[in-house]
């Protein structure tokens, strides 16, 4: 962003999932949290249709 200054138009702008990501991980780290892991069995899960209400 510091690289880019004054070339983005403002407002908001997405940002690729592996930067979200990245910065999600240091502001919580920061806080002293992490973010959870899926299972495999989570993954299959959220995945399917085949399963839940």
Excluded: C, N
């Amino acid at each position: 962003m510091l690289r880019g200054r004054g070339q983005l138009a403002a407002g908001v702008h997405a940002l690729p999932q592996a930067i979200d990501h990245a910065i999600a991980t240091l502001k919580l780290q920061a806080m002293g949290m992490a973010i959870d892991t899926l299972t495999v069995e989570q993954v299959h899960y959220l995945a399917s249709w085949e399963e839940g209400t």
